[in-house]
Every structure is written in C-alpha cells, then in structure tokens.
C-alpha cells in the first residue's frame, strides 16, 4: 500500500512532466488566479511561469480568454466539471491554438482550486480542414479528367455571373457534345474511349486561357465559361471555331489508326446581369442540338442562330 505522502510526490512528478498541459487556478470569474501549471502548459502557451504566477486569468493578454469561458465556469460552479470542451488560447507570439479543455472543480479545506487538462488539437482540426477540403474537391470535380463537373461550373458560373457584369464584361456559355462517341466506345472499348475523353479534356485546357472554365458535365459532354468585354461579343464564334480547330482533331490511340472526333457546340451570351446560370446552360444546351442536327462534323450555333465553321476541321 503506497502512502499519502509518497503518493503526493508521485501525482507531482506526474503533473510536471505529463505531455498534456496542466494549470491549477483559484474559482470566480473575475478573480480566478493562476495558483500551478506544468511545463506542457508553458509550452503551450508560449509563457514562462513568472508571467502567469499569481496572475488573473482575464487579464488583458491572458493566455485563456474566450466568450466561452464564462459557460465553463457556470458548467464548473453547477455540475462541477466538464470535459472536452472546444476553445482557443492565445500563444504569446500571437497565434491562435485550438484546444479541448477538460476541468473539474475541487473543495480541500476552505479553498476551492479549478484544475483542467488542455489539449492541443491543431493537427486535428488541420487534418479535418483537409479532410473537407479534399471532399469539397471531390464533389466538384469530375474523377476521369480533373476537370470541374456539373455541380462544379454551376457553382463558378453563378459566381461569374454575378461579378464580371459590373467590371464590364458579360459571360458566355459553351456547351459541347461529341458526335459519334457511342460508336467509338462500342468500337474500341471503354478504355479508348477514356483515354480520348482525358486527351480532349487536356487540350480543352491547352487551347483556353487562364481565364476560361473548362467542364466536364456528362459521359461526353463538356462546357465551357468564356468571360468577354461587351463589346466583343461578336468574337466569341470566332474564339470557339478556333478552340474547336485545336481540340476537336484526330486522337491518336496505341495500335489502332488516329480516331476523327467531331463536335456539337451550341453558345449563349449573357444578356443581363441577374441572368441565371441555368438558363444560360439551357440556352446553350438548345444551340447545341441545333448545331448536332446539321449532321456536321464539326458545328457551331451562337445565339441567334449564327453558324460558324472551324477552320481546318469540318
């Protein structure tokens, strides 16, 4: 059976050197004073033990200040502890930490002593941080090619939408959809057609500017979002005819002669600017089944009805 006396030297040591942060501190909300703490909580905290001994706990600068606490403390003078509870300490460089705090409230004698346990989560909420911004990603982005999806450009679009108006600019949508794709899946084999989907997307890429949003939205689909002044409206068929003469050549493909891909391209302009998103797609969306029905290989339908051919490639 230990003793009480070896015991209390044992819990001391414990205190000092456990790798959780420790503070001992009198009750009350504005008098509560820093009566212990470990070298983990130094650490933490960024202080050395002259500036926090016998130190109030909301003086200005004091390394736990927080709206919360005053709810701790009632959690502390009604149930007479909590655990796990999210907060944030201020690191005496200036850096904000957070934490889980664990406290419990002790009566010896004729003084009352707070006692928490401080955890450092920063890697945690990094890692959680991470974790959604990775499912964010995921969510917008479609796996094959790396390009946004639908859930994607309807969340930039709208954006777009919403800001270039003002700055002089006005959006335009480009809807794409291959011809004859189904032909070369049942041809050549999902896997072809894969590799042409990512080589198309690549190109897309290539041939559009910084500014340009490329989208893959369906099996064979894509979108583009091209931002032009006023205006120079009258340049995006001419802007697309020579992005379609880019992309839309023949796809080499290893042990099989180059494959020929053509397109349906179908383009709607903003024309105001509260204009939504989706009726500028479905706009689009209705030039390209214009543009799809000429039979062309490669056919383009602006707004009104204009139909341009790219150069090199029909």
């Known amino acids: 059976m230990i003793g009480q006396d070896a015991l209390a030297i044992i819990l001391m040591r414990m205190f000092e050197f456990s790798p959780v942060a420790m503070s001992i501190s009198t009750t009350g909300a504005d008098s509560s004073r820093y009566v212990m703490v470990n070298r983990a909580y130094l650490d933490l ?4 033990w002259e500036e926090l001994n016998e130190r109030s706990m909301v003086d200005h600068g004091a390394a736990i200040a927080s ?9 502390l003078e009604e149930v007479g502890s909590y655990k796990s509870e999210l907060a944030e300490i201020r690191h005496a460089d200036g850096r904000i930490i957070p934490v889980l705090i664990s406290a419990q409230r002790s009566h010896i004698g004729d003084a009352v002593y707070d006692i928490e346990l401080i955890a450092d989560v920063t890697e945690h909420m990094e890692s959680q941080i991470q974790r959604e911004r990775e499912l964010t990603y995921a969510a917008l982005t479609d796996p094959l090619t790396g390009l946004l999806n639908r859930a994607g450009i309807d969340a930039v679009l709208q954006e777009r939408l919403a800001r270039v108006w003002g700055e002089g600019q006005c959006v335009a949508v480009a809807f794409i959809d291959l011809n004859g794709f189904k032909q070369i899946n049942d041809r050549l084999g ?4 894969d590799t ?3 080589r198309l997307a690549a190109r897309l890429r290539l041939a559009c500017g910084q500014e340009e949003i490329v989208a893959r939205i369906g099996g064979d689909e894509f ?3 091209l931002t032009v002044p006023h205006g120079a409206v009258g340049s995006i068929p001419p802007m697309l005819a020579g992005i379609a003469a880019a992309v839309f050549t023949p796809v080499d493909l290893s042990g099989s002669l180059p494959v020929p891909i053509g397109a349906a391209i179908g383009i709607s302009v903003q024309q105001v600017p509260d204009v939504a998103a989706a009726v500028l797609i479905r706009e689009a969306d209705r030039q390209m089944y214009r543009a799809k ?4 290989p490669i056919s383009i339908r602006f707004g ?8 090199g490639v029909a």
């Open 190 to 193: 999902h896997e072809a057609g």
């Open 223 to 225: 979108m583009l979002v």
């Open 196 to 198: 042409i989907l990512r």
């Open 67 to 75: 709206p919360a606490r005053d709810r701790r403390l009632r959690l």
């Open 45 to 48: 905290t960024g202080r050395r």
């Open 293 to 296: 029905s000429t039979g062309e």
């Open 304 to 311: 009104g009805g204009e139909r341009v051919w790219a150069d």
